[in-house]
């Protein structure tokens, strides 16, 4: 089992920046891939960016991609999403997911979730 606590959430003005974390535990070492997602009121879950465990490999949605960059600290069994020049539509609860999946896609199927942390972007 791998846990992963969010944290970095709050309100932030357009134009703004924010990093949100996420702390793996429990058999991180079994961690393949993560993945930053988001969900705002009314709308399907959307896939932002994810990165493998090891290597340089990441990727971004397009929706994105410029503005959010994702990275890790291994030490810290931590991964980061960085989100720079906020915008109002970018306000949604954002969650992190593992997979142990070797090689398996960016994009899903994760095993794992956070509870995630509301970002809330004021015009």
């Known amino acids: 089992q791998v846990q992963l606590v969010e944290s970095g959430g709050g309100l932030v003005q357009a134009g703004g920046s924010l990093r949100v974390s996420c702390a793996a535990s429990?058999?991180?070492?079994?961690?393949?891939?993560m993945g930053w997602f988001r969900q705002a009121p009314g709308k399907e879950r959307e896939f932002l960016a994810a990165?493998?465990?090891?290597?340089?490999?990441?990727v971004a949605a397009d929706s994105v991609k410029g503005r959010f960059s994702i990275s890790r600290e291994n030490a810290k069994n931590t991964v980061y999403l960085q989100m720079n020049s906020l915008k109002p539509e970018d306000t949604a609860v954002y969650y992190c997911?593992?997979?142990?999946?070797?090689?398996?896609?960016?994009?899903?199927?994760?095993?794992?979730w956070g509870q995630g942390t509301q970002v809330t972007v004021s015009s």
């Open positions: 997911a593992a997979s142990s999946r070797v090689s398996g896609s960016y994009y899903g199927p994760y095993t794992y």
């Open positions: 990165i493998r465990w090891s290597g340089d490999s990441t």
């Open positions: 429990g058999r991180a070492s079994d961690v393949y891939t």
